[in-house]
């Protein structure tokens, strides 16, 4: 996801760095813009680019298809593991905060924790309606283990919020240089020189 996210800000930087002038001059550009800009993939399909409108709907499907799984497991870990120190360590996690739940992951039970604490300048002590006793210490990996798991769907989730909006932006820009109409186009070629390789950009208006 990382990577993906990278690649769509990469290509969409380059793009603005390309684009035509012409988009501040055409309203048919400004309208193709605005409307990938909302929707990705219908301003080139107003430009009659359908296998581009095709491709940047279908990203931007799989984006929101990715959040939304992403948003239903980190749900369930969550629910696994509240469940899991209820059943095994006898806690009651639910609304109590991170500090809780971290303590909850590291100590085998809060008698140890409690007593960790007496040990510092400033404890942290919980009271005996917030006591817990992990029945094995697997359980207690377990515990940390899905929220971890937790955690990691929910960065997954602030990717996708960004791979949505990397997505209209580029979506916009490629209408913008779909619709323009002096329509240029460019190419990279290498050639074999007597130092070495050459790359060679060219531009046709």
């Keep these: 996801m990382k990577k993906s996210v990278t690649f769509i800000l990469i290509t969409a930087l380059f793009l603005i760095g390309t684009a035509p002038a012409a988009i501040a001059e055409s309203s048919v550009n400004r309208k193709a813009m605005l409307l990938s800009l909302l929707v990705p993939g219908l301003g080139q399909y107003y430009a009659g680019a359908k296998?581009?409108?095709?491709?940047?709907?279908?990203?931007?499907?799989?984006?929101?298809?990715s959040y939304y799984y992403n948003d239903l497991m980190m749900d369930a870990k969550r629910q696994d593991y509240l469940s899991s120190a209820a059943r095994h360590a006898g806690a009651s996690p639910a609304g109590q905060g991170i500090a809780y739940l971290n303590a909850v992951g590291a100590f085998n039970s809060s008698f140890e924790y409690n007593g960790y604490q007496a040990t510092r300048d400033v404890p942290v002590l919980f009271p005996e309606e917030l006591?817990?006793?992990w029945d094995s210490p697997l359980n207690?990996?377990?515990f940390k283990q899905l929220r971890e798991d937790e955690l990691d769907y929910e960065n997954n989730l602030k990717y996708c919020i960004a791979g949505t909006v990397l997505n209209h932006l580029l979506s916009a820009l490629h209408a913008a240089k779909q619709s323009a109409p002096d329509v240029r186009t460019s190419a990279v070629t290498v050639r074999v020189t007597g130092r070495g390789l050459a790359a060679v950009y060219t531009r046709s208006y």
């Excluded at 296998?51 to 298809?65: D, N, Q, R, T």
């Design 131 to 133: 006591a817990w006793n």
């Design 51 to 65: 296998g581009y409108a095709k491709l940047f709907l279908a990203a931007e499907l799989a984006i929101w298809g």
């Design 140 to 142: 207690r990996a377990r």
